[in-house]
């Protein structure tokens, strides 16, 4: 095993059906999880679901159902969206799990022990939606009303609270964004952040007494943490915190929606700070995804359930839209036609058309043997140079995080092959010169073998189709640069058979999406 990669998404708060921004979020932390893997890391990757909070008490009560079960309940819909995006995390881990309890109230009692928590009232405002508290400089006019920054409704609250000193740590705050700028990315939110901080950071109310659905505050009866400190220490459960040797720890990458920046690079680095923990090594704030250039909301009735698009098109497809569409940390839009669309023009008939008709007219004319050496040209070398050059910049692009650059990388090594295959011509060269032929339907595999292990990440069943076509078996960052695999594979008599396509075209669903 090679060296530790822990990568995290937010955990969801589980009180409406996952949408569209749970499984990109899903589906961006999995490509990176699995692109991890290939590179020889220990990858842990975790997600699952924050249920505690005031929010999920009112839900629970609007439902008439008791709070617990309503949990149990929405947590099982979260899970099995990630199980049908063949999302591979190795823990789901739910806030309710009797080892977070304990996780939560050890960073709690460190909090203590270094002076960072007192015991006052809190009169201010707060947003159950958010499940946030906001300075009255923060609020802006509604109609009628005060609203957070997000826009959502606030109420003013009063109640005896303990308190963690965040003012203490604006100062080792803003020297870390300093001397690390890269624990907060994209850099549009670094800055946002940076500004937030320098304008001066009041103590924060850390538990509750108007409810009981929490983790309750060590020694303090009456008191139930408030909802984030709960749900940042998640990240150190699944580490193995504090009861076990924490290999995984420092998280990797954090992976989390822009509208939670805050929450994740002022007050979990400032928790860690003061309970004496390691910090992660950084947070990346991803964009929306929108439905036709809207935001999603309920009241306008376009919500989409992620398993209904997975139903319509499939999940590698609707994994490969949303990595290549949207520019990873800035928002992005989908439609049906947009999917179809790109969809069927890159992996149908770019990807999948070049594999179907390479291996059927192996399969047909060779009789699925690998083809011999044959009489090699220039170009033969110039392609394997350009797949080679495409897999190295899905490599560069996926390690920096810039995952659609990646997939674009990937493409060009793609279309390189198609332009040689229609050059070439092994169809016609069958009858003129069938030592050429087999030369370049040699060098047609070597070429898809190299861009099927490369985006594996993305769509991990259909490339892993292709590869089982071809009987290649090791799907990891070596197998890419193995020169002599094709060799050693066609000695050992491995025969392709009649392939079936793995990306068949879609059609446009008969209810728009």
């Known amino acids: ?61 609007e439902r008439g159902v008791d709070v617990r079960d309503l949990a149990g309940e929405m947590s099982l819909l979260f899970k099995a969206m990630c199980d049908d995006l063949n999302i591979s995390y190795d823990r789901f881990i739910r806030t309710t799990d009797s080892d977070h309890y304990r996780a939560s109230q050890a960073i709690w009692r460190a909090m203590r022990d270094a002076g960072d928590l007192y015991l006052d009232r809190y009169e201010g405002w707060y947003s159950v939606r958010d499940e ?50 890269d624990f907060v990315r994209p850099e549009a939110r670094r800055n946002e952040i940076m500004r937030f901080v320098e304008g001066g950071l009041s103590d924060l109310s850390v538990s509750r007494t108007s409810f009981d659905w929490g983790v309750p505050v060590p020694d303090s009866p009456g008191h139930v943490m408030y909802v984030w400190v709960d749900a940042l220490t998640n990240y150190l459960t699944g580490a193995g915190y504090p009861d076990h040797e924490m290999k995984h720890w420092p998280a990797d990458l954090h992976l989390i929606g822009k509208d939670i920046v805050r929450f994740h690079a002022v007050y979990w680095p400032a928790f860690l700070m003061s309970a004496g923990i390691a910090l992660p090594k950084s947070v990346f704030g991803h964009g929306f995804v929108l439905h036709r250039g809207e935001k999603m909301s309920k009241s306008v009735g376009n919500v989409i359930d992620p398993l209904d698009l997975t139903a319509a098109f499939g999940v590698d497809a609707l994994r490969y839209f949303l990595l290549r569409e949207v ?3 800035q928002d992005g839009s989908y439609s049906a036609e947009a999917i179809v669309t790109r969809v069927n023009a890159e992996l149908a008939n770019a990807f999948g058309n070049l594999a179907q008709r390479t291996l059927s007219f192996i399969a047909k004319n060779l009789g699925g043997e690998f083809p011999g050496p044959g009489r090699a040209d220039d170009a033969d070398g110039r392609l394997i140079e350009e797949v080679i050059v495409a897999a190295a910049g899905f490599k560069t692009a996926f390690g920096d995080l810039m995952l659609s650059q990646g997939v674009e990388a990937w493409l060009r090594g793609v279309f390189a092959c198609n332009a040689y295959i229609d050059a070439q011509a092994p169809w016609a060269l069958r009858k003129t010169d069938p030592e050429r032929m087999h030369a370049v339907l040699r060098t047609l595999i070597r070429a898809i073998h190299i861009l099927a292990i490369t985006i594996l990440p993305v769509v991990p069943v259909a490339a ?28 050992s008599g491995f025969r392709i058979a009649t392939p079936t396509p793995v990306f068949p075209r879609l059609e446009l669903p008969t209810e728009p999406a």
């Open 132 to 181: 946030a508290f906001y300075d009255e400089k923060e609020l802006i006019d509604g109609e009628g009303e005060k609203l957070s920054p997000q826009g959502t409704p606030v109420q003013w609250t009063a109640e005896e609270t303990w308190f963690f000193r965040l003012s203490k740590y604006q100062q080792p705050l803003l020297d870390l964004y300093r001397d690390n700028p």
């Open 464 to 491: 892993g189709k292709v590869l089982d076509q071809l009987g290649a078996d090791a799907r990891d960052h070596a197998a890419i640069d193995d020169d002599g695999w094709y060799d050693g594979h066609a000695a």
């Open 327 to 329: 520019s990873f940390g």
């Open 1 to 61: 095993m090679g060296d530790p990669f822990y990568i995290t998404t937010a955990i969801s708060y589980p009180n409406g059906k996952p949408h569209i921004g749970h499984a990109y979020e899903a589906i961006a932390a999995d490509a990176i999880a699995r692109f991890n893997r290939q590179a020889g890391r220990d990858v842990r990757f975790q997600t699952g679901t924050d249920e505690h909070g005031l929010k999920m008490v009112q839900t629970a009560r």
